[in-house]
């Protein structure tokens, strides 16, 4: 069955203080693997798309890698606006639609 | 800017009414999509559509139906809201090819009393 964890559950941070969030993945072939932020109240914005092993997309302070198991988005010296919670979501190759899966998400916090 | 836009945001109402919640969208996009969140939960896909006269049920087994009359117009009717139905709905949409990010609105907040 597909799968998709993201762990920690939450994690709170200085203002500075780099980390990064975790994605593991079970699906039969990755067409490509989503990362969304969300607000309180809000619905989730796209980040990034990394479709292979290897690939590396940046905007800003963040950093999605991706390797054949897991994807990791790396927070470089956060501020306190990136407080949100980070969604993980995959799209199977074996799909015929386009129905993507989605993690729990990563509540990040940080502390200024 | 949002591009997608679910009306009303918030809304509380009794068990027995009939609702539609409403999703527009001014991208053009051909797919979209209803999900259901609660808090702390992922994503569970309900309903998505492909393009006009196209609707199709999500994983999530479901008492709401859906339409789409025209392209930017995706809506979600529940005939006889229950307690159970008291959730987020976020709406999404996405562009034709592999691999298209889905693009979300601000969701509406159901409660049922």
């Known amino acids: 069955e597909d799968q998709v964890t993201q762990s920690p559950e939450a994690l709170r941070l200085q203002e500075g203080e780099s980390s990064s969030l975790n994605c593991s993945y079970t699906?039969?072939?990755?067409?490509?693997l989503f990362w969304y932020r969300q607000d309180p109240g809000k619905g989730p914005e796209f980040l990034f798309t990394?479709?292979?092993a290897g690939e590396e997309k940046e905007k800003e302070r963040l950093k999605a890698t991706l390797t054949k198991k897991e994807s990791f988005l790396h927070i470089t010296a956060p501020k306190p606006e990136d407080s949100a919670t980070y969604l993980c979501?995959?799209?199977?190759?074996?799909?015929?639609?386009?129905?993507?899966?989605f993690g729990k998400g990563t509540r990040l916090h940080i502390l200024p | 800017e949002a591009d997608i836009y679910q009306t009303p945001r918030y809304l509380v109402i009794g068990t027995g009414k009939k609702i539609t919640l409403e999703c527009s969208q001014t991208?053009?996009?051909?797919?979209m999509y209803w999900y259901q969140q609660d808090p702390g939960m992922e994503l569970h896909l309900i309903h998505y559509?492909?393009?006009?006269?196209?609707?199709e049920k999500g994983d999530l087994s479901s008492e709401s139906t859906v339409s789409r009359i025209r392209t930017e117009h995706f809506p979600l009717t529940l005939e006889s809201a229950r307690p159970s139905h008291t959730s987020q709905y976020l709406c999404?949409?996405?562009?034709?090819?592999?691999?298209?990010?889905?693009?979300f609105g601000d969701g509406t907040r159901l409660s049922i009393l």
């Open positions: 999404a949409s996405s562009d034709w090819g592999l691999n298209q990010p889905q693009h």
């Open positions: 699906v039969s072939g990755l067409r490509g």
């Open positions: 990394l479709y292979s």
């Open positions: 979501a995959v799209q199977a190759a074996e799909n015929r639609d386009d129905k993507i899966i």
């Open positions: 991208m053009g996009h051909d797919k």
């Open positions: 559509s492909y393009g006009v006269n196209s609707t």
